[in-house]
């Protein structure tokens, strides 16, 4: 993946793809171009982390008119919509990057306060 290359880094450790995707993404935001190639190629990346080491599931979701890809738990009570997230620090430089520190609270089995087993909540690092 094209996206591997330009990180640096090897594919075996997802914490260290989760950092490298995000200090990817806080060093080019600010150049004026159009980053929606990149978006797709770290926003796969931040899903295949996600899936992979939490075991989640990379799902179709609609709403609406709106159809996106998410990162869902197996109960379906989480989900994390990847492409969007990464698309929003691009998109929003004031946003405050927090895609490598919701992964290590998410590894640490982190969940939001107050959610009830029946409940859901959509993540947006």
Request: hydrophobic share 50%; proline share 5%; net charge negative.
């Amino acid at each position: 993946m094209a996206a591997l290359g330009r990180l640096g880094v090897e594919p075996d450790d997802a914490t260290v793809l989760v950092e490298a995707i995000e200090a990817r993404i806080l060093a080019r935001r600010s150049v004026r171009s159009d980053h929606n190639e990149e978006v797709y190629q770290l926003g796969a990346l931040f899903a295949h982390c996600l899936a992979e080491t939490l075991e989640w599931e990379l799902v179709e979701v609609s709403w609406d008119t709106i159809v996106a890809h998410a990162v869902v738990t197996m109960d379906r009570s989480l989900a994390i919509l990847p492409f969007l997230a990464v698309a929003r620090l691009y998109d929003v430089p004031s946003e405050s990057a927090a895609l490598a520190s919701s992964f290590a609270r998410l590894l640490e089995g982190d969940r939001p306060p107050g959610l009830e087993r029946g409940g859901y909540a959509v993540l947006l690092p």
